[in-house]
């Protein structure tokens, strides 16, 4: 088990730039392949990026791909959402989620999750 920490949200204009970090405790980390996930208000959670643990592979939603960049740094337990070109509908709670093996895009594989951080993007 690990316990996640996100942090860097915050209110943007359109356009603008922020980056989220994943703060996990525990000296597992590496093994983790790390996810983040959003929720709208009024809409489901949804798949945004993964990382897996090597840091060799990573995934995104098409609708983020070129705007947003997932990295991770073992040595200091930290992930990261580098978020560029931001628009409105980005806004939402962004959740970053851990498992053991291999990166997936479901919510229901991930039984390690932080608390969210609120990302507000406005027009």
């Known amino acids: 088990q690990v316990q996640l920490v996100e942090s860097g949200g915050g209110l943007v204009q359109s356009g603008g730039s922020l980056r989220l970090s994943c703060v996990a405790s525990?000296?597992?980390?590496?093994?983790?392949?790390i996810a983040w996930f959003r929720q709208a208000p009024g809409k489901e959670r949804q798949f945004v990026a993964a990382?897996?643990?090597?840091?060799?592979?990573?995934r995104y939603i098409d609708s983020v791909k070129g705007r947003f960049t997932i990295s991770r740094d073992n040595a200091k337990n930290t992930v990261y959402l580098q978020m560029n070109s931001l628009k409105p509908e980005d806004t939402a709670v962004y959740y970053c989620?851990?498992?053991?093996?291999?990166?997936?895009?479901?919510?229901?594989?991930?039984?390690?999750w932080g608390q969210g951080t609120q990302v507000t993007v406005s027009s």
């Open positions: 989620a851990a498992r053991l093996y291999g990166v997936t895009t479901n919510e229901n594989d991930y039984d390690n």
């Open positions: 525990g000296r597992t980390f590496n093994s983790y392949a």
């Open positions: 990382i897996s643990s090597s840091n060799a592979y990573t």
